[in-house]
């Protein structure tokens, strides 16, 4: 009651103030009533409150958020929605309202709003009359998951912005951040943490037990809170040095993230209706506009000097990329920029800058143990005419590429080793094994000591229910695909895009139109990132853990439904303009609201390609790598898949990042394709040597490698599965010891250990001495006899 008469109260006040022309424009201002607790200020607006005024309107906000009501807990949850969106009604300009936002939801995290919206979360989860509900309509719209689409709002706005860090953040933001980032990374909510419940989410809208959870919102606050808690690329690149140096391993030779940024794009092979074209205008004599006969290079800044004039350099450029639909040099990681022309260069180049323009090849060579085994046997029989068998401790002579990866394959003895002898975790490593000093193991009462980072403790949480969540995932990935056709038992992702009554008008239905392929492309996105995220992590914290859940992906068909994804028009997906910029947020509450209009929404926004699905193109690409790399039955997959026709075709994106992940795909199973793909392919082979890094011994151009043999996909990865199965039996078995672990025989020493026993014990001590001692007849003669 006194919500409502403070909405009223404050609603009575903004029409008067209204009538009399002292408000702006009316810019959705509706959404003020979501916040009747704001009326109390009486007449002044939020942003001219004091820190402890605020404080203390949403400590209000927080107490209304316990009522029973369902109706009053949503308005409240909406006004609190409405505080972290930046109170935008009363602000002037988008970077106010970015302003405010950030303000309030630093405060709303101080407040413990957070931890409130979690048990509402909770709650909204068991909701089984909701659920039932929602399994028995015919048709579900956004109306079944009102509730659950603002609490993930507010959650999701207050983990992306609290991630996100500015120059001008203050010192107690900074520490909010940290305290943020180890509170959903630890298992705080249930024993588990946050992501884990969002998982939950997930395969229970898949299962179809919740078919009314709002899947976009859900996997964009997932994807952001493991992007939060365990970090991104550039954090990795930063975990991956300083895991070397604890490890006295040399640094990395090269940045992977910096060397793909100074690669530009290259031009596309050309296809054969090209090729009659223009063999089709020489013989009219016209003058090609792009000569696509000559094999010239694909890399552009090896086939030019990049020290000659810049005025025949930028006309060059020009008319070269008059023809891409994508500009060479843009960075993919960087989703939310966009791209526009590149200015143009300065009249004077600094020696600084010539320094750092590539040369030659970009990557530096890497080996691993069965080239450094092959090389050492050819140079030793070559120069000294013998063999020492597989010893690969005496590298006088060889270059520094090999003394590094010898020291690196050093550290991959540990888990054969753990494997071999399990009572190493019980004993003393013996020397014989010469496991380095930095690799020895702490024992702690028989127990491997394991770091609880926030990758540990994921992994550790889904390791019961993996299977569920990478099916799950994957599910909502061939349901948002382009390619997928809809059929009656798939699952509908779209339950919270469509509204309670479908369009009437051309208008509406092309709005809609837009609504629903812009929704899947966020789903897709999401799901990307995700599991890119999720793979490259758990391969730095452990390599098993890595390959299980790529194992899991494969046996769940990841690979073909990749292939699946991109056996489409890529240039016209990635180009593909499913947004509307004058409803962008905050754009469209801060700025007049012109008049949508069909011609309008046909034209889209003015940028050449959609940000959003390069990037998930390029993730799902190197997801495709991860799986594949080194990994001869499911190289073997690609080419039963016919997957080098579809990969070709998606070199036709000028974009370099994508492109150089393509030609790594097309480098693996080049030896497979036959000498007449290789022969009629020149263009993209040269394009792979100039861009992919090479490995010792590499000759996939050849095809002479001794793994182009008949490949068995069961043995190979049944082999791999036990070795998995061992390292999770042996790291988190709480049993794994059980019959190795030494055995008390000392009568006193047993009886003196202290049993921790229950609280209530005590209150039922003597009934229990009465049924289970006192009651109970015992024949000593018996025992007596037994134990001779």
């Not at 014989?432 to 926030?454: F, K």
Request: with cysteine; aromatic share 8%; charged share 25%.
């Amino acid at each position: 009651k006194q919500l409502e008469s403070l909405w009223q109260d404050w609603f009575d006040r903004r029409t008067s103030s209204e009538s009399q022309g002292h408000t702006k424009s009316p810019r959705l201002t509706w959404s003020l009533s979501l916040c009747p607790c704001l009326s109390a200020v009486r007449g002044r607006r939020w942003i001219e409150l004091g820190q402890e005024q605020q404080k203390a309107y949403v400590m209000r906000l927080l107490d209304a958020l316990e009522v029973t009501d369902r109706d009053k807990r949503l308005k409240v949850a909406r006004a609190i929605l409405y505080l972290a969106q930046g109170v935008f009604d009363e602000c002037d300009t988008d970077a106010d309202v970015i302003h405010w936002s950030r303000h309030n939801v630093f405060l709303l995290y101080d407040m413990g709003i957070f931890t409130a919206l979690l048990e509402l979360l909770s709650m909204e989860m068991d909701n089984n009359q909701a659920c039932s509900s929602a399994v028995r309509k015919p048709a579900i719209s956004l109306a079944d998951s009102t509730e659950l689409r603002v609490l993930l709002s507010i959650m999701y706005l207050m983990v992306e912005t609290i991630r996100l860090q500015t120059e001008d953040d203050r010192p107690e933001w900074r520490t909010a951040r940290e305290a943020f980032k180890t509170e959903l990374g630890s298992p705080l909510y249930n024993g588990e943490p946050f992501a884990l419940l969002l998982f939950t989410m997930v395969t229970k809208f898949c299962s179809m037990n919740a078919p009314h959870f709002p899947m976009k919102k859900v996997l964009l606050l997932l994807w952001k809170t493991i992007l939060f808690t365990m970090g991104g690329f550039e954090e990795l690149q930063e975990m991956k040095v300083r895991g070397r140096e604890r490890l006295s391993l040399p640094p990395l030779p090269e940045d992977s993230i910096k060397v793909v940024r100074s690669m530009r794009a290259a031009s596309p092979p050309a296809s054969a209706m090209e090729l009659i074209e223009q063999q089709q205008q020489a013989k009219r004599g016209r003058r090609s506009r792009r000569p696509l006969v000559k094999q010239d290079s694909l890399d552009t800044y090896n086939e030019r000097d990049p020290f000659k004039n810049d005025d025949a350099r930028d006309e060059e450029e020009d008319g070269e990329e008059a023809d891409s639909g994508i500009e060479g040099e843009v960075d993919p990681l960087d989703s939310d920029v966009i791209i526009q022309p590149p200015p143009p260069p300065p009249p004077l180049r600094p020696p600084t800058e010539r320094a750092s323009l590539p040369k030659g090849l970009p990557w530096a060579p890497k080996v691993r143990e069965k080239d450094i085994e092959q090389f050492l046997e050819t140079s030793r029989i070559k120069f000294i005419g013998f063999t020492l068998g597989n010893d690969t401790e005496t590298l006088v002579g060889l270059p520094r590429p090999i003394h590094e990866s010898v020291k690196t394959l050093k550290q991959v003895r540990r888990e054969i080793c753990l494997i071999i002898y399990p009572l190493l975790l019980l004993l003393s490593i013996p020397p014989s094994l010469s496991i380095p000093p930095s690799l020895s193991l702490h024992q702690h009462q028989g127990e491997e000591d394991v770091d609880e980072t926030p990758t540990e403790i994921l992994y550790l949480g889904m390791l019961p229910n993996l299977s569920q969540y990478v099916i799950a995932l994957l599910k909502l990935l061939l349901a948002a695909a382009p390619t997928s056709k809809a059929k009656t038992d798939s699952i509908n992702i779209l339950a919270d895009v469509l509204p309670e009554e479908m369009p009437i008008t051309v208008l509406q239905s092309m709005k809609l139109g837009i609504d629903v392929n812009r929704h899947k492309e966020i789903i897709v996105k999401a799901i990307s990132a995700l599991l890119l995220l999720l793979l490259k992590h758990l391969k730095l914290n452990h390599i098993y853990q890595f390959e299980i859940v790529s194992q899991h992906l494969v046996f769940a068909n990841c690979i073909p439904l990749i292939l699946k994804f991109f056996n489409q028009n890529i240039l016209s997906y990635i180009s593909a303009k499913n947004s509307i910029c004058v409803l962008d947020f905050p754009h469209c509450v801060v700025h007049e609201m012109p008049e949508l209009t069909a011609e309008s929404l046909e034209a889209g926004d003015r940028n050449q390609f959609c940000w959003r699905n390069l990037f998930s193109c390029i993730n799902l690409l190197r997801i495709l790598n991860k799986l594949t790399k080194w990994k001869h039955s499911r190289t073997m997959m690609l080419v039963v898949f016919k997957s080098a026709p579809i990969l070709k075709r998606a070199l036709k994106v000028k974009q370099a990042m994508m492109q150089l992940y393509v030609l790594k795909l097309l480098k693996i199973q080049t030896k497979y394709l036959g000498r007449q793909w290789r022969k009629s392919n020149m263009k993209t082979m040269s394009a792979i040597y100039q861009k992919v890094r090479h490995r010792l011994n590499d000759d996939w151009a050849y095809g002479n490698d001794i793994d182009a043999r008949p490949w068995d996909f069961q043995a190979e990865e049944c082999a791999l599965r036990e070795s998995i199965e061992k390292f999770n039996s042996r790291r988190y078995d709480k049993n794994q010891n059980g019959e190795f672990a030494p055995v008390d025989n000392c009568l006193q020493s047993v009886l003196g250990q202290r049993v921790e026993l229950p609280e209530d014990f005590h209150y039922s001590y003597e009934m229990w001495l009465e049924r289970e001692v006192f009651s109970q007849p015992i024949q000593w003669e018996g025992l007596l006899q037994q134990a001779q």
